[in-house]
């Protein structure tokens, strides 16, 4: 730094740049030094957070079939689907929103909505957010599902899965 005169004080900084996921307490140490002093020490803890991050895992059943009775329709009941979120950062996620978009051949139970809400999800926690979808018997076959994932401490996501749908059996009649 130079030379210090007497009655001077000088101020110094530095900026910590930590490694993604580096969360947790840490200690640091300055030692100063001059030749007419003796040496300065401080030492102080610090608790780095690292920045949050969702990890998204998805469970489908594998194949919404034909029922045996008619109780709920061709298909049976409404199926499971289900996205867990886990932030894999020590920082919180806040307003973490999730939207399932059913493609044309499923749909929503009439009181189900396709996007779920979770206010603050705290560091290395998870959530899981759940729907019951019915086929239709429009479409069969792999249909396509999309997970819209956003909050205000992450970037948006979107995490496609499929879901095999049986088609329904088809009469034909000569007239």
């Known amino acids: 730094m130079g030379d210090l005169p007497p009655g ?5 900084g530095w900026t910590v740049q930590p490694k993604v996921a580096a969360g947790g307490e840490r200690k640091l140490r300055i030692i100063g030094s001059a030749k007419e002093v003796e040496n300065v020490e401080i030492s102080s803890s610090v ?4 920045p949050p991050g969702i990890i998204p895992s998805v469970v489908v059943p594998d194949r919404i079939r034909r ?6 329709g061709p298909y049976g009941p ?8 886990r932030n894999d950062g020590k920082s919180p996620i806040d307003n973490l929103k999730v939207e ?19 206010r603050r ?6 959530v899981v957010f759940s729907w019951k979808v019915s086929a239709t018997g429009e479409k069969s076959g792999d249909l396509p599902l999309k ?3 956003t909050s205000d401490s992450t970037e948006d996501k979107t ?3 499929k879901l095999a749908v049986d088609p329904l059996p088809v009469s034909i009649a000569w007239v």
Do not use: H, M
């Open 78 to 85: 409404p199926a499971s689907i289900q996205i867990k979120c």
């Open 8 to 12: 001077k004080e000088v101020t110094v």
């Open 147 to 149: 997970f819209n994932i």
């Open 121 to 126: 999800l705290d560091g290395l926690q998870e």
């Open 159 to 161: 995490v496609p899965a």
């Open 47 to 50: 608790t780095l957070l690292s």
């Open 67 to 72: 029922a045996k009775s008619r109780e709920y």
């Open 100 to 118: 399932l978009v059913l493609p044309a051949g499923l749909e929503f139970p009439r009181i189900q909505k396709a996007e779920q809400y979770y």
